[in-house]
């Protein structure tokens, strides 16, 4: 099984070599947004160095000023106490200031960091293809642009400063306790056993439940989002009492699951704390009788004690850190893998340019499936001359959306071309297949903005004027002039909402304003009023003269219109002609036809 994009997303059991293939994902991608960085990254790494050592000075100072300072003070000497004094004070003051580069150098690095890859995310998701999107759902992706890269924000933000500040800080000290008395490091290696294994075992034991519950954010996020995009459903339906139980369930596996985070930090904070209690008190000790043998001085002591506490300091972050680190690395993980992913309908290497595009469409030995296992349209040729429409129709599954998606080129075929005017539509100019080729959907989406806004999306540059006369053609004009704000009229704001039918209507015109030549409609099921039915079917005869329309007929009424009818069964074409001849014969259409008009009386 791959692991190459989004593939083996969910898995938990990678194999070594899949493993390696993503962290080395995670890597690149890593390395890329850290690139521009450079020159920052290294200030930054140079101010933690100087501002750890500065800090990590205080306590020889301290030891200085009263093993040398204060006997020499006694001598009328006061040069020693003076100089530990401010030496303490200056590496105080240079600790500081190299605090506050760092932690604002940092801070622009991580916001550089996480606007690329916000970006980044966005015009890629973006980017890639209807198939991606049709398998991918919209609760994982919004996991991966909210909650992942906020654990990345977290770990650039915080942990990375307390780690490399926390290890700077350890690394320093331990030196600083060699040089000022081995024998007290010695202590300090000694507890530095007991700390390794209690830490070990915090890792092994929170790497599991961190994953589990980052499993169970996802979950909750997942829930969350499928339930409020299909909330028309879950009500309809009253799937509310079963979510409430769903979700009750996945809040308490992540309550469970945190609790036992939480019961992990119980056990390794105290420990972390023992351990250092006793190294410290065992430097005291054994320091105190050599104080006592004349071995060392009362200030060597006080510094070495002072080590030794301080050693353990960071230690409590750094096991925050780890959380946040198996998060932000995850996270990582998954984004790359959303990043790896290549348009299935990638745009030509060479384009070709299409002006002013007729709009004849032709089908050459097109063959089409969405999986290798299935074929959906086996192979077929269709010609459909610059200006004809043609009405699909079909029982469900017939294939006639994926017919139709195929001229729009949210897919290309498996076999075969399609092209518009001679020109295969993978080689034709992007631009150009989306100026000549338009697909109206039956949800008939409308974006939040004013009502002019959602038909100027058929032609950005329009005026006014050009909008409402596309409104005008299509029957639009009228209710939108009696909406409260006219066209400014906000279509998610209260009392700027919308009827099924208007929407349709507003989708027509911002189809003709984008005037293509190739139309393609897949008309909503929906059943419309009468008058609402006659005005959409008014305003489609004006959108559809002068172009080539392919419509998916969910009316047979809408058939009427069409100079010729396509019959699909199980992705074939089993009829064609134009509706009367269609109508006359004994075939499938007759029969619907037939049924229909019964139903009418
Ligand atoms: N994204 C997809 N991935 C895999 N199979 C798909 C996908 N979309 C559709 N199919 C399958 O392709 C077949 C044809 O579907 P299509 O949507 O083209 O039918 P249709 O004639 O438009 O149906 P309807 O009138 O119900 O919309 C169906 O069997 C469907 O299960």
Not at 56 to 81: H, K, R, T
Not at 83 to 103: C, D, K
Not at 262 to 273: K, M, R
Not at 415 to 422: F, M, P, R
Request: charged share 20%; aromatic share 8%.
């Amino acid at each position: 099984m791959s692991v190459t994009g989004v593939q083996g997303e969910e898995r938990q059991d990678y194999s070594k070599a899949e493993s390696a293939q993503i962290r080395a994902r995670s890597r690149r991608l890593l390395g890329s947004l850290l690139a521009p960085q450079k020159a920052r990254l290294w200030w930054t790494a140079v101010a933690i160095i100087i501002s750890s050592a500065a800090q990590v000075a205080g306590p020889a100072l301290i030891g200085y000023g009263i093993d040398q300072g204060i006997p020499a003070l006694m001598q009328q000497n006061w040069f020693p106490v003076a100089f530990a004094g401010i030496a303490y004070l200056l590496t105080g003051l240079a600790g500081a200031f190299l605090i506050s580069v760092y932690i604002r150098q940092s801070a622009r690095i991580s916001q550089a960091v996480l606007i690329d890859l916000r970006t980044r995310v966005f015009l890629h998701t973006q980017k890639l293809s209807l198939e991606f999107h049709e398998s991918y759902t919209s609760g994982r992706i919004i996991s991966r642009q909210t909650s992942d890269l906020d654990a990345i924000r977290e770990l650039m933000d915080e942990g990375l400063t307390l780690l490399v500040r926390g290890l700077m800080y350890m690394v320093f000290t331990g030196i600083m306790l060699v040089i000022v008395d081995a024998p007290s490091a010695l202590v300090l290696l000694v507890a530095l056993i007991p700390l390794g294994i209690l830490t070990r075992w915090f890792q092994v034991r929170s790497q599991q439940l961190f994953r589990r519950s980052r499993v169970a954010s996802a979950k909750l996020i997942v829930q969350f989002v499928e339930t409020m995009t299909g909330i028309r459903a879950v009500q309809a339906f009253r799937k509310q009492r079963r979510n409430e139980t769903e979700f009750g369930g996945l809040v308490e596996d992540y309550r469970d699951v945190n609790a036992k985070v939480l019961g992990l930090f119980a056990i390794y904070n105290p420990g972390l704390a023992l351990i250092g209690n006793t190294a410290v008190a065992a430097t005291l000790v054994l320091g105190g009788f050599r104080v006592v043998d004349g071995a060392m001085g009362v200030g060597v002591l006080l510094s070495v004690v002072l080590y030794t506490k301080r050693f353990f300091d960071p230690m409590e972050d750094m096991a925050m850190f780890y959380n946040g680190y198996q998060s932000a690395s995850s996270a990582l993980e998954k984004i790359s893998g959303v990043l790896e992913e290549e348009p299935s309908v990638p745009d030509p290497v060479k384009p070709v340019d299409l002006w002013n595009a007729e709009g004849r469409v032709r089908f050459d030995g097109v063959e089409f499936a969405y999986t290798k296992d299935r074929v959906i349209l086996p192979r077929f040729d269709l010609d459909v001359p610059a200006g004809q429409t043609i009405a699909l129709v079909g029982s469900t599954g017939a294939g006639k959306s994926t017919l139709a998606k195929l001229i729009a080129r949210f897919y290309d075929p498996s076999d075969g071309a399609v092209t518009l005017d001679g020109v295969s539509l993978t080689e034709l100019h992007p631009k150009d297949l989306r100026r000549a080729i338009v697909m109206v959907t039956q949800e008939a989406y409308l974006f939040s903005g004013s009502v002019a806004d959602n038909i100027a999306l058929g032609k950005p540059d329009a005026s006014f004027d050009e909008i409402v006369r596309a409104a005008m053609a299509v029957g639009a004009h009228e209710f939108i002039e009696g909406l409260p704000n006219g066209y400014d009229t906000d279509v998610n704001k209260r009392g700027g909402r919308v009827s099924a039918g208007q929407r349709q209507l507003i989708s027509f015109a911002r189809a003709f304003l984008a005037n293509p030549a190739v139309l393609i409609l897949d008309e909503a099921t929906s059943s419309l009023d009468i008058p609402s039915e006659r005005l959409v079917q008014e305003g489609l005869t004006k959108l559809l003269a002068d172009r080539t329309a392919v419509i998916i007929a969910h009316r047979l009424s809408t058939v009427a219109i069409a100079d010729r009818v396509l019959v699909m069964e199980h992705g074939r074409i089993v009829e064609d002609g134009a509706p009367a001849d269609l109508i006359a014969g004994t075939g499938h259409f007759a029969a619907m036809h037939a049924a229909w008009r019964d139903s009418l009386v």
